[in-house]
């Protein structure tokens, strides 16, 4: 049942749902929007200085984390930590090389 419909469409009465305003229309919009612009302008700003820090944060403390982690399963749980003198620089050594930074 698949018929190909042929609809015809009457662009008389047809208008655009959404049109642009005009320029002098745009401008008085913005103007009436100052203060929600530079609200929303300093907000993202802001926002995205504190995310920074954050990220310069989480840049440090993952890897000691991750180390930690790894750390309390080979050392404590599996006790693979007993003959190696310097277990915790083995630990950073052996999680950097896993992840190709080194």
Sequence with gaps: ??????????????RP????PRFSEYLGQLWERR?????????K????TRDYRLWKLW????PILD????????GVLFRTSRGIDNFV?????GFFAFLGVL
Excluded: D, K, Q
Aim: aromatic share 18%; proline share 2%.
């Design 45 to 48: 700003a802001l926002r995205s």
């Design 1 to 14: 049942m698949n018929a190909e419909h042929t609809y015809v469409v009457v662009r008389n009465g047809l």
């Design 35 to 43: 203060y929600f612009i530079v609200a929303e302008a300093r907000s």
């Design 17 to 20: 749902l959404n049109p642009r």
């Design 67 to 74: 180390v930690a982690f790894y750390g309390f399963l080979f």
């Design 59 to 62: 840049l440090v403390a993952n």
């Design 89 to 93: 620089g083995y630990l950073f050594l």
